[in-house]
């Protein structure tokens, strides 16, 4: 079995691990609720997260420093909450609605799926979310992490390559003792690159119902999986 | 209390969560048992530990680029094997032996301190130990750390301010809502002068029956207690 040297699991965390967008939305409307809001939570959120890759990608191109996901999620969710007539709530209420992304919650199988593979395998996330965000996602989900890479430890984001060499290095293992695992192909194709391992995971609704990408394995990774159970069936856990 | 505020707790790992003297001085007896080795195992360690503080104080002064621990216990590994007639040992051999700090055994009280403690805190190690090295001690003794923070990510030794302020920013907290937790109080010292709390531990054993530093709080330290356990209680955990 080519897997049979994996000695750690590296996950994408926004989309494989957790549901974000079902949980921003119910947060975001839970909060409107509260306020007594009538807002399009659906439109707001999915316009929101548009700014995600092109604030990392001006960070890989150099065009900016490096910046935190929390600070591309700000300034973006300042320009939302302007369209939207929402710009008058108070600056604590903001802070709160960017923090979603500490308290999205995981999919129904990660938790168990993560418990069983945390047995045979060291699991991390290999997220470009910011570590205080994963840190407290984790508190939030009981994802049972052993350690927490990800982007801001290597003030590069995916796919940048400095991502998964840092990750293989702080682990201390041989790039083909590590798989990533993702629902994201192209997360999975620098990851090969590199000589890790790749398991890909199924979320075709992550984007919601009409989703239109990444609804399968585009290649031959080295476990295809319908969700974390299977996957830890496959790898022996 | 002081202390009210405070979201997350970082530890010193050698000597404060783990008896590392005792750790690795069993495991190479047992080692030099099976090779029907005859040796001075506690004045080995006790000479090979030596390499610790000025392998670490090289890089902080710059007369070295950065070197992990690791690396820097092979080298003096290397001189004091050789010293003791053992330098004929396979590099398997020897890979083994070095990696003696991945398997050291917590402190009996450590395990359900921590354990009651992460209910209520954010728990990290802050330690000079490599990330591979704490994520392996971990999975070895069961200390459940809800994130890995440690010099080799961010370059830095301690007692340098860039290891602090950067677990701080790293957690997404103010100085204050962090504590420092250490058996050292040169440790403490540095972390009280970022604004952190700070806790002690006494472990008046860990370099062996004859210590004579740290055997005390040396500064009003914002908890001072005998064990993880009086630790948990002072900070209602």
């Known amino acids: ?18 549901d974000w967008r079902s949980s921003v939305i119910e947060d975001f409307r839970a909060f409107g609720k509260k ?30 420093p ?9 300034a973006k969710l300042d320009e939302v909450l302007a369209e939207y007539g929402l710009d008058e709530l108070a600056e604590e209420e903001k802070v709160h609605l960017n ?19 945390k047995r045979k395998y060291i699991i991390s996330p290999l997220s470009n979310g910011d570590v205080s965000c994963l840190v407290n996602m984790a508190k939030h989900g009981g994802l049972p ?8 430890i290597f003030r590069h984001y995916k796919p940048d390559p400095e991502v998964y060499l840092g990750a293989i ?18 997360d999975l194709r620098a990851a090969r690159t590199h000589g890790m391992k790749t398991g890909f995971v199924a979320r075709p609704t992550e984007y919601g119902p009409g989703q239109k990408t990444n609804l399968k394995a585009e290649e031959d990774w080295d476990v295809i999986a319908g969700d974390f159970g ?7 856990a």
């Not at 439109?43 to 890989?60: F, H, I, Q």
């Not at 923090?99 to 593979?117: E, F, I, K, M, Q």
């Not at 003792?177 to 192909?185: F, G, P, Q, S």
């Open 66 to 74: 490096w910046t935190t996901v929390d600070r591309i999620y700000r």
């Open 145 to 152: 992490w052993d350690v927490i890479l990800c982007a801001e």
């Open 230 to 236: 299977e996957l830890a069936a496959k790898l022996g």
């Open 99 to 117: 923090r979603v992304w500490h308290r999205l919650n995981p999919w129904s199988d990660a938790v168990a799926g993560l418990t069983r593979l």
């Open 169 to 186: 290095a702080c682990l201390g293992l041989r790039p083909h003792e590590v798989m990533m695992v993702a629902a994201h192909n192209y």
């Open 35 to 64: 306020q007594g809001l009538k807002v399009d939570w659906e439109a707001l959120v999915d316009e929101w997260k548009t700014a995600y890759r092109p604030g990392m990608d001006a960070v890989r191109s150099g065009k900016q």
């Open 1 to 18: 079995m080519s897997v049979a040297g994996v000695k750690a699991l590296t996950f994408d965390t926004f989309g494989t691990v957790v």
